[in-house]
């Protein structure tokens, strides 16, 4: 399975970015799928996360300001972020629960979003 993410790029502080991950591979169907980001010196975070039944959860920091949501039979999760701020500035992962026999957890490459001020 692979997950391949895209979207990212540079922003100027109040605009909108979309990115997308979609999945390839065996894969019998998807548990939760999220989005997930890194800034330099920083730990990984959660941003948001959406199950397979649409529940979606969101950081305080981006609730309101980002959507994610899938599309289940493209295998892709989006996140749509709007009114950024540069301290959204980031790497964005994205990672699927993907089932094939069990369920476990897939992680995408990674997209830069930057925004400037």
């Known amino acids: 399975v692979q997950l391949q993410a895209s979207g990212g790029g540079l922003v100027q502080a109040g605009g909108s970015l979309r990115l997308s991950c979609a999945a390839s591979?065996?894969?019998?169907?998807?548990?939760?799928m999220g989005w997930y980001r890194q800034a330099p010196g920083k730990q990984r975070e959660m941003v948001a996360i959406?199950?397979?039944?649409?529940?979606?959860n969101y950081a305080e920091s981006v609730k309101g300001r980002f959507t994610i949501s899938r599309d289940n039979a493209k295998r892709t999760v989006y996140l749509q972020m709007n009114s950024l701020k540069p301290e959204d500035t980031a790497v964005y992962y994205c990672?699927?629960?993907?089932?094939?026999?069990?369920?476990?957890?897939?992680w995408g490459q990674g997209t830069q979003v930057t925004v400037s001020s």
């Open positions: 990672r699927m629960n993907v089932r094939f026999m069990s369920a476990r957890d897939y």
């Open positions: 959406v199950t397979s039944s649409g529940t979606t």
């Open positions: 591979g065996l894969i019998a169907g998807i548990n939760d």
